[in-house]
């Protein structure tokens, strides 16, 4: 009898074993399909941007012109940002995710972990530098105005012809920044983005307001009551003022990389990108 339940034993013992040691495995299978960034061969590249500063980004409401879905949102991002994340995250071997967050919000959001780069038309300014890396520009342009067309500085000559006009930039750029070069200004406060500075600017709240050619050009584009003044003797920039370049971390291990799929594309390229970019711009903007 004592032979006879040692033996039952023995075999309830090995059928619990060959149970954990089923389930071990089952649970092993699990984490290495879906586990770790280490064991996932693809992976995302989360992209941050505004998704406000047409033609470099936008937002839109369906995937027309390779609109991209926006995470957590009903609506699809798109622009010159947006196509150039699109070759990155290519290149990277990568499915691209954008996110999208308030200029004041994009470095922090890299800090701590959220996005893995910010492709927004962001300069790789001396200031930026020292709390992120960037990879090599994308994008080099240079500073204009935008005004009201048929208005008193439609066709200005010189940013001096500013003086005493109403004029603001985007908050915490380089935009802002120079308006201190033009001589009995009444610099307005800054503003948090694009769309809200073409409103001040329709309402006669402002004069004008600084920008980026690419900037400028769709925003003329868009609205027939606008124009851009390019200028004889402009704003004095550095070329980090007025370039673009993708930020990351620091140290990232991404960054020599993005400079290798960077480097295969041409200037050519690039242009022809932007101008698409500004064809497909939605009218809102």
């Known amino acids: 009898m004592r032979k006879k339940l040692s033996l039952m034993l023995a075999m309830a013992l090995s059928m619990i074993l060959l149970l954990a040691g089923c389930g071990t495995s089952g649970n092993t299978e699990k984490t290495s399909g ?40 009903a609506e699809f991002a798109g622009g010159y940002d947006v ?55 994308y994008y ?6 935008v005004v009201k067309k ?5 066709g200005a000559k010189s940013i001096q012809d500013f003086s005493g006009a109403k004029v603001t930039g985007q908050l915490n750029t380089s935009h802002y920044a120079v308006i201190d070069q033009i001589n009995g200004v009444k610099k307005q406060p800054a503003m948090d ?11 006669g709240m402002i004069d004008g307001y600084v920008s ?11 609205n027939p009551n606008f124009a851009m003044v390019e200028f004889e003797d402009g704003f004095k920039a550095d070329e980090a003022d007025t370039a673009v370049a993708v930020g990351l971390v620091k140290g990232s291990e991404l960054t020599e990389k993005i400079n290798e799929i960077l480097a295969g594309i041409s200037e050519e390229q690039r242009q022809n990108i932007m101008d698409t970019a500004i064809k497909n711009q939605p009218a809102a903007e």
């Open 34 to 73: 879906s586990g770790s960034a280490g064991s996932d061969t693809k992976g995302t590249f989360k992209v941050g941007m505004e998704a406000g500063y047409a033609p470099f980004n936008w937002t839109q409401m369906d995937d027309s012109n390779g609109g991209v879905k926006i995470d957590g949102n």
């Open 83 to 137: 196509e150039m994340a699109k070759k990155i995250a290519e290149g990277l071997g990568k499915e691209l995710v954008i996110v999208k967050l308030e200029w004041d919000g994009l470095v922090p959001a890299l800090q701590s972990g959220k996005i893995d780069a910010i492709i927004a038309g962001m300069s790789p300014t001396e200031e930026r530098k020292q709390t992120i890396d960037f990879s090599e520009n």
């Open 140 to 145: 080099t342009s240079h500073f204009v105005m």
């Open 150 to 154: 048929g208005g008193p500085f439609d």
């Open 193 to 203: 983005n694009f769309p809200a500075m073409r409103v001040a600017l329709e309402s």
């Open 212 to 222: 980026e050619r690419p900037e400028g050009i769709s925003a003329s584009s868009a």
